[in-house]
């Protein structure tokens, strides 16, 4: 059977770590990357018998591919704090290691918001990787690069994705800065066009040509708040190129 090295990156996740940890005891090496937490994090994670290691944070794909020079395994398995890896998932990842029918494989994630998991906003994400096939690139949503074909696992990760409308509101303005960043650096420009079609599409795609109507109150909320999120990212384009960040 091959080997499977869990990469965790957290930062102040001490609500989350352990449960996530306790979901990938499969696993032959559990490796924690975290950003300097002020939390208990990190000594939950070296009390659970993870391999920790500190590292300033800059980016993701940096934080990853830290991570990657101390895994073991020959194969990888990148996994958030709110994230698990129930039963069935499991035994259909262990056996698709095996078959050796592809270099990586994407994970169904679909999201969980108000008490409840929304089915009709999910992505599918590669997180299952040879480790000598594979590097991360790019800063905010960091892209994991595979030399290799792909396929998808149906069983979905137990996702914890907002704690609450707040937190899913800062996570989105956070996020929309370092887009905006990346955008300011590539010499894009942004416009009225941009701050009024971008947003209203988002939406639509969200809300309904990806059936999140489907998903009631909750997914009205997800759909709105990425609206928001998209419109939030070409105001600080904007904010960056007149210098009032």
Not at 107 to 113: A, D, S
Request: overall charge positive.
């Amino acid at each position: 059977m091959s080997s499977i090295t869990v990469i965790i990156p957290t930062y102040n996740e001490e609500a989350y770590i352990k449960q996530a940890i306790q979901s990938v005891g499969f696993a032959s090496q559990i490796i924690v990357v975290d950003s300097n937490s002020v939390d208990n994090t990190a000594q939950i994670a070296e009390e659970m018998g993870c391999e920790v290691y500190l590292r300033p944070f800059d980016n993701f794909s940096n934080q990853k591919n830290h991570a990657l020079q101390y895994a073991t395994s020959e194969w990888i398995l990148f996994v958030d704090a709110d994230e698990r890896i129930p039963y069935a998932l499991q035994q259909e990842l262990l056996a698709a290691i095996d078959s050796g029918k592809h270099a990586g494989y994407k994970l169904n994630f679909p999201h969980y918001y108000m008490n409840r998991f929304l089915y009709h906003h999910s992505d599918n994400v590669t997180r299952l990787v040879i480790r000598k096939k594979c590097h991360f690139e790019g800063s905010v949503h960091e892209k994991l690069i595979v030399d290799g074909t792909i396929g998808k696992l149906k069983n979905p990760v137990l996702h914890f994705t907002y704690k609450g409308l707040q937190h899913y509101i800062s996570k989105k303005d956070s996020y929309a800065w370092f887009q905006a960043e990346q955008m300011l650096n590539k010499g894009k420009k942004a416009t009225y066009f941009h701050l009024a079609f971008k947003p209203f599409y988002r939406f639509f795609s969200s809300y309904i040509l990806r059936g999140g109507f489907r998903d009631g109150i909750p997914g009205l909320t997800v759909a709105s708040v990425n609206a928001y999120g998209v419109f939030s990212r070409y105001v600080k384009l904007m904010l960056l190129k007149r210098g009032m960040r």
